[in-house]
């Protein structure tokens, strides 16, 4: 009682009563204290993806007293989500993520301001939405939005805590750290200057992920934010951070950079990831497309016509609509079974990696290719209702 009340004397204006009771086993940390808990206090930190991620980082970072949480997240809660998205509940279903995120916060801390963008980080809003807080974590799954983070964090002076997970690995470092002398350290480019080629790395939705990994990783980039912004520790700048999750191995690798890669400007992060639904979305002349009531029409008419999944054999036998699989990384091995005689359409879960596979078919071949926009997930949406979504 008489060491709270010494906190309380040397610092009313800054914690409430409550506050200094709910943070209590902070204050009794050594080189902790009063003034690193003010410093979470006073922090601002946007977290984009509030997903297997996004999930911990929120939890905690609200647990641990962040002063102000932006979540930026223009996604739904599906069914798929909860096996590693521990913000949501079955109940939560279809219902939008940053809403349901920032009750999740105010339940946890009413202490806490909590700014939600139910959208997507584009070019258009990212530099205006990054410039309001002090650190970025980073939960994306895709590199477009990974790059577009980096550079709008390079380009207005903020730190950047990324992770990622796939599978049973993750990575963790932090991206931009401003050194004592006012240099920076490592930022994404600096480690990837390019982003793998268009279907190389698939997604976890495709490749799948552990999902109590997301929990770990998510905790300790949650960790990273919370030794940036209350001055402990020794940060991960300049070193990432790797995972095994089925050795339990965890290895710190330094890295090693002879100068920076330049960013001054954002850029098409789409047309740099070659990703395709950019293509599909403006009509371009070079890709067809076709939609899944078109897609019925044929199938009732009886038309002849050869339809392709590219998804994996997981999904395949989960639930598919009647075509022929050929994975996408098998494609161009397996183009001999792609029809030339007649009109051929490509589908996968979402119309992204069909989209792919159908531009490179169409650079080695002379197919009348179509791709179905949306993909299994807009039939099963559109068409057959009683098809499950993963």
Known sequence: MCLVYIYRQIDMDHLTDKEYQRYARHFNLPDFGIEAQRKLKTSKVLVVGAGGLGSPVILYLAAAGIGTIGIIDPDVVSLSNLQRQVLYRDEDIDQKKVTLAANQIRSINPHIKVNTYDTHLNNNNALDIINEYDIVADGTDNFPTRYLVNDACVISGKMNVYASIYQF??????????????????????????????????????????????????????????????????????????????????????????????????????????????????????????????????????????????????????????????????????????????????????????????????????????????????????????????
């Open 169 to 390: 690995e993750g990575q963790v470092s932090v991206f931009n750290y401003q050194n004592d002398d006012g240099t920076r350290g490592p930022h994404y480019r600096d480690i990837y200057p390019d982003p793998p080629a268009p279907g190389l790395v698939p997604d976890c939705a495709t490749g799948g992920v552990l999902g109590v990994l997301a929990g770990i990783v998510g905790t300790q980039q949650a960790l990273e934010v919370i030794k940036l912004a209350s001055g402990i520790g020794e940060p991960l700048a300049g070193r990432l951070l790797l995972y095994d999750a089925l050795t339990s191995e965890t290895r710190i690798i330094k890295l090693q950079i002879k100068s920076h890669t330049e960013v001054s400007e954002l850029v098409n992060y789409r047309d740099f990831c070659g990703v395709v639904p950019d293509t599909i979305e403006n009509n371009s002349q070079d890709m067809k497309e076709i939609t899944v009531q078109e897609l019925k029409q044929w199938k009732d008419e009886g038309k002849d016509f050869q339809l392709i999944d590219v998804r994996e054999q997981h999904e395949y036998d989960f639930a598919n609509l009647g075509g022929e699989l050929i994975p996408l990384g098998d494609i161009m091995a397996r183009s001999e079974e792609v029809s030339t005689e007649k009109e051929v359409v490509l589908m996968c879960r979402s119309g992204q990696r069909s989209g792919a596979a159908l531009s490179a078919l169409q650079q080695q071949g002379d197919y009348n290719l179509f791709n179905l926009k949306g993909g299994y997930l807009a039939w099963a949406a559109e068409i057959d209702t009683s098809l499950p979504r993963y």
